[in-house]
T-cell receptor
C-alpha cells in the first residue's frame, strides 16, 4: 500500500514570491507521482507527473517538481506566484502495475496575498 | 487532451428523493472510472471503482445500495444517490482512467449536492 503526506495544510505567500509545497510518500514498490490543482467548486486538474527519467518535472502554469527517491519526496515549486494560483493542491501516488487506484494526500491550500 | 464531462454541476434535492450524476469521457474510452466524495477542506475519499460492463467495487464503509454506480459503456458512468438525506450533501467528483492517457487520471468538474 502507498501513503502520501502533505505536511502543510495551508501555505500563505505574497504575490511574486517563490513557493514550495511539500509532499512525501511511502511505498514498498516503485510509484508514479502526480500533482493536481483544484479551484473552488471544481474538479482536479493535472499539474504535472513523474513517470520515469529526469527527476525534475515541469508542468503547467510555471510549476515544477523534483522527485527525490532517497528522501521519498516530490515537492512542488514555483519561482513566482500569482493571485490566480490560490487553490488547493493535491499530491498523489500510484504503484507501478497492480491496482490503478491513486492515493491522494490531504491537500495543501495555497493562499496568495497581494 | 482527455476531457471528462460531469453533470449536473450543482443540484438541490429534497430528502428522500434520488439524484443521478453523470460522468462522460468525451474524447477517449474510459475503461475504469472512479467516484470520489470530498468534504469541505478535505481530500478526496474514494467511494468506488467501476469498470465498463462489470459491477462496481465499493470501498469499505460505502453503502452500495445507497450509492448505485453504473458503467454501461466505455464513455458513461453514473452515480445515483438513492433516498438522499442531508448527510449525503457533499461534493462528488468522478475520474476516468484510460490506457491512452499516459497513466494520468482525468477528473470531472464535480457535482455539489445539497439535500434539504
Amino acid at each position: 500500500a502507498q501513503s502520501v503526506t502533505q505536511l502543510d495544510s495551508q501555505v500563505p505567500v505574497f504575490e511574486e514570491a517563490p513557493v514550495e509545497l511539500r509532499c512525501n510518500y511511502s511505498s514498498s514498490v516503485s510509484v508514479y507521482l502526480f500533482w493536481y490543482v483544484q479551484y473552488p467548486n471544481q474538479g482536479l486538474q493535472l499539474l504535472l507527473k513523474y513517470l520515469s527519467g529526469s527527476t525534475l518535472v515541469k508542468g503547467i502554469n510555471g510549476f515544477e517538481a523534483e522527485f527525490n527517491k532517497s528522501q521519498t519526496s516530490f515537492h512542488l515549486r514555483k519561482p513566482s506566484v500569482h493571485i490566480s494560483d490560490t487553490a488547493e493542491y493535491f499530491c498523489a501516488v500510484r504503484a507501478l502495475g497492480g491496482s490503478y487506484i491513486p492515493t491522494f494526500g490531504r491537500g495543501t491550500s495555497l493562499i496568495v496575498h497581494p | 487532451g482527455a476531457v471528462v464531462s460531469q453533470h449536473p454541476s450543482r443540484v438541490i434535492c429534497k430528502s428522500g428523493t434520488s439524484v443521478k450524476i453523470e460522468c462522460r469521457s468525451l474524447d477517449f474510452q474510459a475503461t475504469t472510472m472512479f467516484w470520489y466524495r470530498q468534504f469541505p477542506k478535505q481530500s478526496l475519499m474514494l467511494m468506488a471503482t467501476s469498470n465498463e460492463g462489470s459491477k462496481a467495487t465499493y470501498e469499505q464503509g460505502v453503502e452500495k445500495d445507497k450509492f448505485l454506480i453504473n458503467h454501461a459503456s466505455l464513455t458513461l458512468s453514473t452515480l445515483t444517490v438513492t433516498s438522499a438525506h442531508p448527510e449525503d450533501s457533499s461534493f462528488y467528483i468522478c475520474s476516468a482512467r484510460s490506457e491512452g492517457t499516459n497513466y494520468g487520471y482525468t477528473f470531472g468538474s464535480g457535482t455539489r449536492l445539497t439535500v434539504v
